[in-house]
């Protein structure tokens, strides 16, 4: 998932991390379900959350959405048939009371929960779930995430066309409670997986809408109002797990003024600032949590024309300044996978610019004669233009390479990098699910998420061996995929990116600093009070 909110010159003093995003989509007010409003119990303070982030609003088609704010809310509107455990991130039952696995590890048989529903009471059943998978694997539909489902057999001939009929795809819902998934190889990360938003279920009502602007949805909350700049999110009555539900009512407030979002905090309007803040202005500094995340900040080299040949890319690679273009970066990375236990240690690519001309002659453009002006496209962020200029002066002066940096604003970045009239690009990627697979496989021939181009047969067959180990073995051949994407210059890894958030957790309980920087509102809750500092509070 692409990470949304940008980050301001004081919030730099914690970490620098550059091109990190927010994609607006129109929104439009909404009603409360018919009857809900005589049912609900008077609003208070203890019960309900105001949470900022940035942005202007949200899609809220989770099949059509990728970023990370997105998948924020998605933890209040939807569940699939597991979710993320909120403080170690492991996957808990959630749309799925118990499951089967087959003997050869292959098949994996669900049992939907008989008391799941939708916010507005029609039942929860296992087509619902088929249906939006096929509907998320339909090619003209491109959904983002349609390439995580490959590893269920018949996914990606689906996906890419091959086959046009839905029982060739290993999805079947027997009955109205049992839903059986076929995977092309044993997969003991596939629970982590099913975490995720784009496995969720889709009322039948909104499969053939365009209108997501009032979902009917299956999670603790559902869509009160959708108004400019806001999100009204209520208590879901129906939904199963309704008793283990603290706050009744969840306002978001799309804001990309940081001084704004400071001033709510500092009001106590909101208890949670998950976008851009002034650190200088924060009146109560005891919100602020930074913790490691399982993010990478990377620039990409998109394999069109002459940089198709990876001798070229390389020589890009080599020709860079990297000490200087990682200096300003708190937590500097050479790799694009953050490490993680049992993963094996590779090498980064080392400035070499000797070997880079070398290597751009043997491709056969010596001193960068014969290629074409080189495109670098870049966010308005004044770290995206340290970094481009950098970028240019190496591949002008040293290979002779033409280049021309190409500034686009924050709303229009990342529709921008679908585009082909650029060379060089950058993101900031969080992962989906603790486990190299989701970081790799964006950079496959054929994945949606795939803005580069990449298309290089030693990396494909690299990612199918991997789908047919386990443990080790698998972690060992993932590395040997990403020290390719490395090695052949692909991606350009600049720093690791850290979680900034303003949260008060003595006061707010269920909110824990993870890897992921997910945080399920299903278990917030408010604790003891705790007035601001400096606020006199009496009690009658």
Known sequence: MKKTSKLTAAAALFFAAAGIFAEPTPGQKLFEKPGYAETRPEPSSRTELTAVFSGTEAELDFRKSYLASEAQIFTALYEGLFSYNPLTLEPVPAAASSWRLSEDKKVWTFTIRANAKYWNGDPLEAEDFRAAWLDTLDPAKNSPYSSLYDIISGAREFRLGLTRNPAEVGINAPDSRTLVVTLNAPASFFPSMLCHHSFSPVHPS?????????????????????GTGYLTLLKNRNYWDAGSVALEKITIRFVDDDDESTAMWNSGEARWLAGGVNLETLTDRSGIVVNPMFATHYYYIRSEGPFSDHRVRRALVLALPWDEIRENHFLPAKTLVYPIPGYPELKGVETN???????????????????????????????????????????MGKLGIPVKLDVVPYSRYFAALKGKDYNVGSSTWIGDFADPYTFLQMWRKDSNLNDSGYNDGDFETLMEKSMTEEGDKRFEILGEAEQMLLDRGTVLPISYTPALNIVDTDELDGWFPNALDIHPFKYFSFKAFKPLPGVAVVRE
């Open 206 to 226: 909104m499969a053939n809408i365009e209108n997501w602007s009032a979902p009917v949805s299956n999670g603790p909350f559902f869509v009160s109002e959708n």
């Open 353 to 395: 610019v000797e070997e880079a001309q070398d290597l751009l002659a043997e491709a056969g453009f010596p001193k960068g004669i014969g290629l074409p002006e080189l495109v670098i496209r870049i966010t308005p962020a004044e770290e995206a233009d340290r970094i481009g200029k950098l970028m240019a002066a190496a591949w």
